[in-house]
């Protein structure tokens, strides 16, 4: 058997056509990544009132022939946390000029979630190479 690397998507359609037995490692393997991701994430946002890090969740989704698991934050201003705010400008009615700070953009996942998707793209090929596959990367 050969598997030719080219994304994950084709990676999807090449283990839907793999025994169960892989698939069951590859499923263990996604979940298990997915919540350490989560578990970075979490730990990477600071501690205010705790809602932004109660926010972090891990939705697993199974089916036949395919496994997936992704990381979301639900909280209400995870969007903010992440992305930050621009700096509002205004005049007050005596004519005082204010301007209001911006929030820097944290980027938590935009740091965090690369790693482990490239960490995960890496186990899985190696599981692959065990049961007998040879992987190539496509260049």
């Known amino acids: 058997m050969t598997v030719k690397w080219t994304g994950l998507r084709e990676l999807q359609a090449e283990l839907a056509t793999l025994p169960e037995d892989l698939s069951a490692d590859g499923a263990t393997l996604v979940y298990d990544t997915a919540d350490s991701a989560a578990a970075e994430i979490v730990a990477a946002y600071p501690r205010v009132t705790g809602d932004t890090r109660n926010g972090v969740k891990v939705r697993r989704r199974t089916a036949p022939t395919r496994v997936s698991?992704?990381?979301?934050?639900t909280a209400p201003l995870a969007f903010i946390i992440e992305n930050g705010t621009q700096a509002?400008?205004?005049?007050?009615?005596?004519?005082?000029?204010?301007?209001?700070?911006?929030?820097?953009?944290?980027?938590?996942?935009?740091?965090?979630?690369?790693?482990?998707?490239?960490?995960l793209t890496e186990q899985l090929?190696?599981?692959?190479?065990?049961?007998?596959?040879?992987?190539?990367?496509?260049g």
């Not at 698991?69 to 934050?73: L, S």
């Not at 692959?128 to 496509?138: E, I, Q, S």
């Open 88 to 119: 509002r400008h205004y005049v007050t009615k005596k004519g005082v000029p204010h301007v209001l700070g911006r929030m820097p953009a944290l980027h938590v996942f935009g740091r965090i979630i690369p790693r482990w998707r490239r960490r």
């Open 69 to 73: 698991a992704t990381v979301v934050n």
């Open 125 to 138: 090929k190696a599981i692959l190479v065990a049961h007998g596959a040879k992987v190539r990367d496509a």
